[in-house]
């Protein structure tokens, strides 16, 4: 079962206090955990990013595409799927004209596609291919391939037959979070689409995670790793601030011996021991998530393929 953000700062908190608590209690804001754990959530997702396939309408005569409105890019698009729908899939190299431009390799131009929303309500059940409509025109429409997903959902479906215009089969079960009649004339469509394979970020909030098991377990020593660094570099200077006190206190008093001297050798000595476990509890688990990060690491898959 996946542990969302408010699980893996739990989890993070209870490895800091029992590794590195040292004296009072010290207590972890969110805010604090979270810009470790935003560090590793980024870095994970450059050696194991989540796969994403972007819907996008062709246009006519046209192969370059606007990828400007695609967010939380750790890579560049490479590679396509055009046409979708293709068995085996079809798959072509993007070729890469700016940041926000890419072409399709294909020899002939692409015809034109088309986006909106389907007229009537249409009803999708949980774990079957059928798609049934109430007031719906799916026969003009809608063709073969097109791509269907409801008002609230996030998973592009596509159809695979036409029955009629309150009948269509899809390519794949429909998932139980879409299942049941969609709000009537906002179930979305694309026409003659291409499909980028998109490397991006991965998402932890308080209700949805993108990782798997491995990928949180390696995010959750990187975090422990990360705040327990920033936790020594905040005790040293804690510290020294209390031996500067300290001199303040003992030069108001007045007897033999060095006691300034005497106190800042022996509070360094303590400093040292300290800082130094904490150093070593931290390193150790540096090493966890460094062993981590390549154990999740994927190979590149990017290869030349033949020009459609």
């Keep these: 079962m996946a542990r969302y953000i408010s699980g893996i700062r739990q989890t993070v908190r209870q490895i800091l206090k029992d590794e590195f608590v040292v004296g009072t ?26 796969q994403d396939i972007v819907l996008q309408n062709t246009l006519e005569e046209s192969r370059v ?29 993007a ?30 059940a949980s774990g079957s291919l059928a798609v049934t409509g109430s007031g719906t025109a799916f026969s003009t429409e809608l063709e073969a391939n ?10 592009w479906y596509r159809v695979s037959k036409i029955t009629s215009d309150t009948a269509l089969t899809l390519a794949e079960p429909c998932r139980s ?12 469509y694309k026409t003659k689409v291409v499909g980028l394979v998109c490397h991006k970020l991965h998402t932890l909030s308080e209700d949805t995670s993108t990782l798997d098991v491995d990928q949180e377990n390696v995010l959750i020593n990187g975090t422990v790793a990360y705040t ?33 001297a005497d106190y800042g050798n022996y509070a360094s000595k303590e400093l040292q021991v300290a800082t130094g476990y904490l150093r070593l509890a931290a390193d150790r688990y540096m090493g966890l998530y460094q062993r981590g990060l390549r154990k999740i690491t994927k190979g590149k898959l990017w290869k030349e393929y033949s020009r459609a």
């Design 25 to 50: 209690a010290q207590v972890w804001e969110d805010d604090e955990i979270d810009i470790h754990l935003g560090q590793c959530l980024e870095e994970i997702s450059q050696v194991a990013p989540l």
């Design 95 to 124: 070729i890469q004209i700016d940041s926000d431009t890419i072409e399709m390799d294909i020899e002939a131009s692409p015809s034109a596609g088309t986006s909106g929303t389907l007229t009537g309500t249409v009803t999708f």
């Design 146 to 155: 097109s791509m269907l997903k409801t008002s609230s959902g996030t998973r």
């Design 177 to 188: 979070g879409d299942t049941g009649a969609d709000t009537a004339d906002s179930t979305a």
């Design 228 to 260: 327990a660094q920033s936790y020594v570099g905040t005790m040293m200077a804690n510290i020294r601030s209390d031996l500067t006190l300290g001199r303040a206190l003992i030069n108001t008093v007045t007897y033999g011996g060095s006691p300034e």
């Design 65 to 93: 595409l606007d990828i400007s409105g695609i967010s939380n890019l750790v890579a560049p698009i490479e590679t396509l799927e055009y046409p979708v729908g293709s068995n085996p899939r079809s798959l072509i190299n």
